[in-house]
T-cell receptor, first 112, second 115 residues
Framework: EDKVVQSPLSLVVHEGDTVTLNCSYEVTNFRSLLWYKQEKKAPTFLFMLTSSGIEKKSGRLSSILDKKELFSILNITATQTGDSAIYLCAVSSGGGADGLTFGKGTHLIIQP | GAGVSQSPSNKVTEKGKDVELRCDPISGHTALYWYRQSLGQGLEFLIYFQGNSAPDKSGLPSDRFSAERTGGSVSTLTIQRTQQEDSAVYLC?????????????FGEGSRLTVL
């Protein structure tokens, strides 16, 4: 059974801090790893990673994948209160449904 | 519309009643997914439709759950004889090619509360 584990499950930091969110996985026939941000209802897409060692970057957010050690990290620098959300990691694989296996998410709270 | 549309946004029902949740995917998207998100949990896969292929129902938790997709577009998730443990947010997502090769576009979800 495919498995995606995120850590920490929750994190509270102050505005301006840098945070690192972790996602490890065990899946058959890995294809890609995706990060989503869920603020209130609909998760919104952040990154899709398919190759090891290549950093994806968007503003203050960046992510990298390690296919040998089977994990990914999502970094957020100079955090703002608007970064408060649940960050979901999902892995696409050839096993089971032709869709995504999601982790439980990291609930990030940025305090002013 | 421009995005995935779900209705109702909120539904409160009594235990034992049937409910129907609707999803309008983005026009032209061939793949449609239903997920369930319980409080404090990640997204639990329920069912997946891809074009005219038979749906992947491997995530449906019991035979009280069923889903249809008519004309390759609108989908309805039906829960019969609802139980309190069915209370959750039901999220629909669509994709132009399927999750393997592209991102999913999510709707705002339908929050179901079973009393």
């Amino acid at each position: 059974e495919d498995k995606v584990v995120q850590s920490p499950l929750s994190l509270v930091v102050h505005e301006g801090d840098t945070v690192t969110l972790n996602c490890s996985y065990e899946v058959t026939n890995f294809r890609s790893l995706l990060w989503y941000k869920q603020e209130k209802k609909a998760p919104t897409f952040l990154f899709m990673l398919t190759s090891s060692g290549i950093e994806k970057k968007s503003g203050r957010l960046s992510s990298i994948l390690d296919k040998k050690e089977l994990f990914s990290i999502l970094n957020i620098t100079a955090t703002q209160t608007g970064d408060s959300a649940i960050y979901l990691c999902a892995v696409s694989s050839g096993g089971g449904a032709d869709g995504l296996t999601f982790g439980k998410g990291t609930h990030l709270i940025i305090q002013p | 519309g421009a995005g995935v549309s779900q209705s109702p946004s909120n539904k409160v029902t009594e235990k034992g009643k049937d409910v129907e949740l609707r999803c309008d995917p983005i026009s032209g998207h061939t793949a449609l997914y239903w997920y369930r998100q319980s409080l404090g949990q990640g997204l639990e896969f329920l069912i997946y439709f891809q074009g005219n292929s038979a749906p992947d129902k491997s995530g449906l938790p019991s035979d009280r759950f069923s889903a249809e997709r008519t004309g390759g577009s609108v989908s309805t998730l039906t829960i019969q004889r609802t139980q309190q443990e069915d209370s959750a947010v039901y999220l629909c997502a669509s994709s132009p090619r399927g999750g393997r090769d592209g991102e999913l576009f999510f709707g705002e979800g339908s929050r179901l509360t079973v009393l």
